[in-house]
């Protein structure tokens, strides 16, 4: 990246607390939780709670356990807070839980690298430049919508990595900071599981346990997921004219793509519409995912004609550039982890359901958003989140005259608009590690977008909840 940018942050400060330290200080904070909260235990029907069933356990709750190299592991009859030992022991068990994301991560740093050493990454740039004399007031709403409907009728996201350092490079040949191009794919990914309009990941699980049909209750969600990006693009083009961006006058000539390189990028074409087909048709998971990045890396290689020997060091060399964003998935799994073995996760579902219940229909629909953004910070998998918790909040959304469908756009809003600024989503941390924007520079940027978004859906949750949606 280009280190003489300074318009909305180019690089990292000196001083920003590295990633990786950041997720320890959160892993600190969860081993805390397992000193100051009680113990207890929700029974489970496979991974689905059974509401009413939540039982208290008796906890050995003494603070030189801390210092105890061999606690006990807990159980029905008592619970243990969590130890320095057995933290560090949850860090690999975070990552071997996650190692397959974490692989999928690792093979797109290599194909991608694979790609970018054919030349055809630069030479297609250059044209797309070109060709649009770099405008993105125009470029950059059409990504953000494009990536947005991927996500919100594909549930795509996890996917959007391959893109994210051609998304970076468009940036950086634009002379933009990383952080207004992280904006471009990350606002359009993470709006779009905001409102989820029909996405196959979140959906079946949410709607599911609220008892409503399958991809039922889509208009409104529609509604929700336009407001959104509207407000994502007018958020990005007023930052983009407040960072000194200016369209390009003079466009200077460039060659026409060579014919290898028209093959490579027609190959990356084509491999983003299998992706796009066959990740939701075939239940494709990450497994699936990286054997995917691994046959696409081969066949870059042989259309753009690389040696065996410099296709193997590219890929290599793109794995090695994903080591810290592999490593930050593996951290953000061990917070549950470490919550889920002391058997205080449970609890923290019960205090935060205690909240809304008895309260109105509008404040229960609010209140079912706060949780779940609370909950995000716990548990970043949204499905998890939605087994866990949805089982307890949908019989109080019932029982204050909240439906089911306001209920499961309460729960996708809270989830999700938390996920946009999220410090233990393995995923958005991967984002910042690859785009080498830091934490904070992050927050500051996309904070104010944020709050309108949570003012917005404070509306529509109410409105929904007065309207029986």
Request: proline letters at 4%; a positive charge; glycine letters at 10%.
């Amino acid at each position: 990246m280009n280190p003489s940018i300074s318009a909305e942050g180019a690089t990292p400060h000196k001083r920003t607390l590295h990633p990786i330290l950041m997720m320890l200080g959160i892993l600190v904070m969860a081993m805390s939780l397992t000193y100051l909260l009680d113990a207890g235990q929700f029974a489970r029907n496979g991974k689905l709670v059974e509401p009413g069933s939540y039982q208290a356990i008796d906890k050995h709750n003494d603070l030189l356990t801390l210092f105890s190299l061999s606690t006990p592991a807990s159980s029905v009859e008592r619970a243990y807070p969590a130890t320095a030992v057995s933290l560090l022991r949850a860090i690999p068990d975070g990552l071997t839980k996650t190692s397959a994301l974490i692989f999928m991560v690792m093979f797109v740093g290599g194909m991608f690298e694979v790609f970018k050493r054919t030349g055809a990454l630069d030479a297609g740039l250059d044209r797309l430049v070109h060709a649009s004399r770099g405008n993105l007031y125009v470029l950059g709403p059409l990504l953000i919508t494009v990536i947005g409907l991927g996500s919100t009728f594909l549930g795509l996201m996890s996917e959007y990595l391959v893109l994210l350092p051609i998304v970076l490079a468009l940036g950086e040949r634009l002379k933009i900071s990383p952080l207004l191009s992280l904006s471009m794919l990350a606002f359009g990914a993470k709006l779009g599981y905001v409102a989820s309009v029909s996405n196959p990941i979140v959906l079946p699980v949410a709607q599911g346990i609220a008892s409503v049909p399958l991809f039922s209750g889509a208009g409104l969600r529609l509604v929700v997921f336009v407001l959104a990006i509207v407000m994502a693009v007018a958020y990005f083009l007023y930052r983009l004219r407040g960072s000194g961006y200016a369209i390009i006058t003079e466009v200077q000539a460039v060659p026409r793509l060579a014919g290898v390189h028209k093959a490579v990028l027609l190959v990356i074409a084509a491999a983003t519409l299998v992706l796009v087909w066959a990740a939701p048709e075939f239940k494709w998971h990450n497994g699936e995912l990286s054997a995917f990045y691994i046959a696409l890396a081969m066949v870059i290689a042989m259309v753009g004609r690389l040696g065996a020997r410099e296709a193997a060091d590219a890929f290599v060399q793109g794995m090695k550039g994903m080591m810290l964003a592999a490593l930050l998935i593996g951290l953000a799994a061990t917070i549950e982890l470490v919550l889920q073995r002391s058997m205080v996760l449970d609890t923290v579902i019960v205090k935060l359901a205690s909240l809304v219940e008895g309260q109105s229909r509008a404040v229960v629909g609010s209140g079912i958003m706060l949780i779940e953004a609370v909950l995000d910070l716990l548990v970043p998998s949204t499905s998890g989140k939605a087994a866990i918790s949805m089982p307890i909040l949908a019989p109080i959304a019932h029982l204050s005259g909240l439906s089911g469908q306001t209920c499961v756009l309460a729960f996708l809003l809270g989830n999700g608009i938390m996920g946009i600024i999220n410090p233990s989503s393995g995923l958005t941390l991967a984002f910042l590690a690859i785009s080498r924007v830091g934490y904070g520079q992050w927050v500051r940027f996309a904070l104010p977008l944020v709050l309108a978004l949570s003012v917005m859906a404070v509306v529509v949750v109410t409105i929904a909840a007065e309207i029986g949606y």
